[in-house]
């Protein structure tokens, strides 16, 4: 079957590091995305990785192997206004995208 | 460039009844997305429309449904609602490619009673 595992929850403290991990099980594969939600918003796009290696963006990184299926998304310096949820997603060769479940994230002060 | 809209965006429906949602993608953009988002399933990939072409399906029953009109507005609809049909329903644009980002709008929350 498809599907795409990251962890439920990850707590941390203001200024820490968080490595939110995804791996997936899909028929086909164009690549890894990464989408930020915080509470009563719609999903923003936070970074792609079609290939392997590591992608950075500010404080946002992401990385992706496609011989393990596996990526992560890596963020520094944390802030209060990071605390949201954080999905994967990859889409499949019949051109669906699909999303993990989503990984709430919490940080602390 | 003006956001991905929809409309409404809080409804409230009895079981049996039918509803339609509204999502106006960002201008340019030919490829709406629509999904169905709960607390305990996620984003779940309900269908695309790419030049008033269904272009993908996921994997839900046969009373969701939807549409795309030559300005690429979309409009999906959901027939003898069911109590589990309770969601966030969110669309998203593109422009179309298999890589392309995805905006999503702020999306329809959907209660049935």
């Known amino acids: 079957g498809q599907s795409l595992e990251q962890p439920s929850e990850v707590t941390a403290v203001e200024g820490a590091i968080v490595q939110i991990n995804c791996t997936y099980q899909?028929?086909?594969?164009?690549?890894l995305s990464w989408y930020q939600q915080h509470d009563g918003g719609a999903p923003t796009f936070l970074s792609y990785?079609?290939?392997?290696g590591l992608e950075e963006t500010g404080r946002f990184s992401s990385f992706l192997s496609r011989s393990d299926s596996y990526g992560y998304l890596l963020l520094q310096e944390l802030q209060m206004k990071d605390s949201a949820s954080y999905f994967c997603?990859?889409?499949?060769?019949?051109?669906?995208?699909?999303f993990g479940a989503g990984t709430r994230l919490t940080v602390k002060p | 460039k003006a956001g991905v809209t929809q409309t409404p965006r809080y409804l409230i429906k009895t079981r049996g009844q039918q509803v339609t949602l509204s999502c106006s993608p960002i201008s340019g953009h030919r490829s709406v997305s629509w999904y169905q988002q709960t607390p305990g399933q996620g984003l779940q990939f309900l269908f695309e429309y790419f030049s008033e072409t269904q272009r993908n399906k996921g994997n839900f029953p046969g009373r969701f449904s939807g549409r795309q009109f030559s300005n690429s507005r979309s409009e999906m609809n959901v027939s003898t609602l069911e109590l589990g049909d309770s969601a966030l329903y969110l669309c998203?644009?593109?422009?179309?490619?298999?890589?392309?980002?995805?905006?999503f709008g702020p999306g329809t929350r959907l209660l049935v009673l």
């Open positions: 990785n079609g290939l392997d």
């Open positions: 998203a644009s593109s422009l179309g490619g298999v890589m392309e980002t995805q905006y």
């Open positions: 899909t028929s086909g594969f164009y690549g």
């Open positions: 997603a990859v889409r499949d060769n019949n051109n669906d995208m699909r």
